[in-house]
């Protein structure tokens, strides 16, 4: 099986920055694509940015400028940092993962969600 755990949510005003970060887990072989994604209450989920074990990245265009997706492979770990950020910001934050696991085949999986709220 594999776990994703999100970290680094909390309360920020309006302008201020967080760095997101996620942890993969378990029967692990490979991460090919890992991002974020957020569901505002009443809204559809979006996705925030992915980036490719390349490093190839994707933006909402939306937050292009403002936020930024890196991992580090090696320990299967993605980040999110943003910046300037908005109260429409506020919401909770998914991590998923496309895994190629250890001689199991392949799967997609979300993490709990870590939340993000802006204000002053």
């Known amino acids: 099986q594999v776990q994703l755990v999100e970290s680094g949510g909390g309360l920020v005003q309006p302008g201020g920055s967080l760095r997101l970060s996620c942890a993969a887990s378990g029967s692990i072989f490979s991460i090919r694509v890992m991002g974020w994604y957020r569901q505002a209450p009443g809204k559809q989920r979006e996705l925030v940015a992915s980036i490719t074990s390349g490093g190839s990245t994707n933006y909402a265009d939306s937050l292009k400028g403002r936020f930024t997706i890196s991992r580090d492979n090696a320990k299967n770990t993605v980040f999110l940092q943003m910046n300037s950020l908005k109260p429409e910001d506020t919401t909770d934050y998914c991590c998923?993962?496309?895994?190629?696991?250890?001689?199991?085949?392949?799967?997609?999986?979300w993490g709990q969600g870590t939340q993000v709220t802006v204000s002053s």
């Open positions: 998923n993962a496309d895994v190629l696991k250890l001689g199991l085949g392949r799967g997609n999986y």
